[in-house]
């Protein structure tokens, strides 16, 4: 069984869902567990936590777009990560991200850089999404890959909304779709290491 990870922080519930699509989707893959990781308001992961990021092929990072970038939880973490990055701990595994924010750009772009160079200092192998744009005059707002990501998922929730309501459905059937894309890969990269 090939164990994989997806790290993130929420702040109103909406990013969480988002990283429960993509949870789902990795699991769909036989021969892949995959396990959601919450850093907590303050930032801090936990000692088991931090074990299960050690034994992860695939970590999958995940973080609202606030203010341009990462919330300073998810970045608290990372720093936090130095220690295994000086030991190259995570060097070779698989990486990925995803975003969400209020604004249908919002800047997400800017986040999911982040992620990519934070994986690319651990010496991790970075992942797309490999989602078709739904860019055509007949594209509908719960379409899969509406925003057109390609190095990273991105989704997006009108800041007045429940997380009843967003993201919308197109956005979290990308993640489930994303999810799938990682488990496979991961199994692929594990087995072939």
Same mark, same amino acid.
Request: net charge neutral.
């Given at each position: 069984?090939? /164990? =994989?990870?997806?790290?993130?922080?929420?702040?109103? %519930?909406?990013?969480?869902?988002?990283?429960?699509?993509?949870?789902? +989707? =990795?699991?769909? #893959?036989?021969?892949?567990? =995959?396990? @959601?990781?919450?850093?907590?308001?303050? +930032?801090?992961?936990?000692?088991?936590?931090? /074990?299960?990021?050690?034994?992860?092929?695939?970590?999958?990072?995940?973080?609202?777009?606030?203010?341009?970038?990462?919330?300073?939880? $998810?970045?608290?973490?990372?720093?936090?990560?130095?220690?295994?990055?000086?030991?190259?701990?995570?060097?070779?595994?698989?990486?990925?991200?995803?975003? @969400?924010?209020?604004?249908?750009?919002?800047?997400?772009?800017?986040?999911?850089?982040?992620?990519?160079? $934070?994986?690319?200092?651990?010496?991790?192998?970075?992942?797309?999404?490999?989602?078709?744009?739904?860019?055509?005059?007949?594209?509908?707002?719960?379409?899969? @890959?509406?925003?057109?990501?390609?190095?990273?998922?991105?989704?997006?929730?009108?800041?007045?909304?429940?997380?009843?309501?967003?993201?919308?459905?197109?956005?979290?059937?990308? %993640? #489930?779709? $994303?999810?799938? !894309?990682? %488990?496979?890969?991961?199994?692929?990269?594990?087995? +072939? !290491?």
């Amino acid at each position: 069984m090939v /164990e =994989c990870a997806v790290l993130s922080y929420s702040g109103y %519930g909406h990013t969480r869902r988002l990283a429960d699509a993509v949870q789902r +989707g =990795c699991d769909d #893959v036989d021969g892949v567990m =995959c396990r @959601n990781v919450v850093i907590s308001s303050d +930032g801090e992961l936990s000692a088991a936590e931090w /074990e299960l990021l050690d034994r992860s092929a695939a970590i999958v990072f995940g973080s609202p777009t606030y203010m341009g970038g990462p919330a300073w939880q $998810f970045k608290k973490v990372a720093e936090a990560s130095s220690r295994l990055w000086y030991e190259q701990r995570w060097k070779d595994k698989l990486a990925a991200g995803f975003t @969400n924010s209020a604004s249908m750009n919002g800047d997400k772009q800017v986040t999911l850089q982040y992620f990519f160079t $934070f994986a690319m200092q651990h010496s991790m192998i970075w992942a797309g999404t490999a989602l078709m744009p739904a860019s055509t005059s007949q594209a509908r707002r719960n379409d899969v @890959n509406f925003l057109g990501s390609f190095s990273g998922l991105m989704s997006q929730s009108p800041s007045d909304a429940s997380i009843q309501e967003a993201p919308p459905a197109g956005d979290l059937e990308s %993640g #489930v779709l $994303f999810g799938r !894309r990682i %488990g496979a890969c991961a199994l692929q990269w594990h087995r +072939g !290491r």
